[in-house]
Structure formats: C-alpha cells, structure tokens
C-alpha cells in the first residue's frame, strides 16, 4: 500500500483544490492501493515540523513532497516512483 500524506491549513486558499486532485487521481485506482492521510496542520502543527513543511498544500508520497496543487500527472509519476521504491525494497529483503 502506497502512503500519501497531504498537509493542508484552515487559512490555505489552494487546499481544498490540492485535495480534490489528489483524492481523484487515488479514485481511478481503485481502493487498497493508497492510503491518504491528511494532516490539518491548523490542528497539528507539531506534524508540519515533524514532517519538514513549511508551505501548503503539500503533498508527500514515499517520502518525495511536492508543494503547492499538485498536476494529476507529477502524481503518477511519484505514484510510479513510490511503485518502483516498494519493489526494489522487496527484492532487497
């Protein structure tokens, strides 16, 4: 399963655009293939530091974070990325 992390605000203009993109683009998978975890960093900034963001939307597959509202196909190419990383992690193991 493939971990998408979206950081989003109260106050961000862009959010709720950055949202709908990454939870389409996860629709025409299918289900079990992503698991999305947003983080409203108005509730949890300590998660924001945690993680290194300091501007929204961001969004964070496998460890590869891009800010801003994401173009559905910069998704798929981390998508395919984070595919790549997975299976090079369980042919190592």
Not at 11 to 26: K, L, M, W
Not at 39 to 60: C, H, Q
Request: net charge negative; with cysteine.
């Amino acid at each position: 399963m493939i971990e998408i992390v979206l950081f989003k605000s109260d106050s961000c203009a862009f959010c709720p655009r950055a949202e709908e993109v990454v939870v389409e683009t996860i629709n025409d998978f299918g289900p079990g293939i992503f698991k999305l975890t947003i983080i409203n960093v108005s509730e949890n900034p300590e998660a924001a530091e945690e993680y290194g963001i300091f501007a929204l939307p961001t969004v964070m597959i496998a460890g590869v974070s891009i800010t801003g509202i994401p173009e559905p196909e910069m998704l798929m190419k981390m998508v395919l990325g984070a595919k790549v990383m997975m299976k090079k992690k369980s042919e190592s193991s």
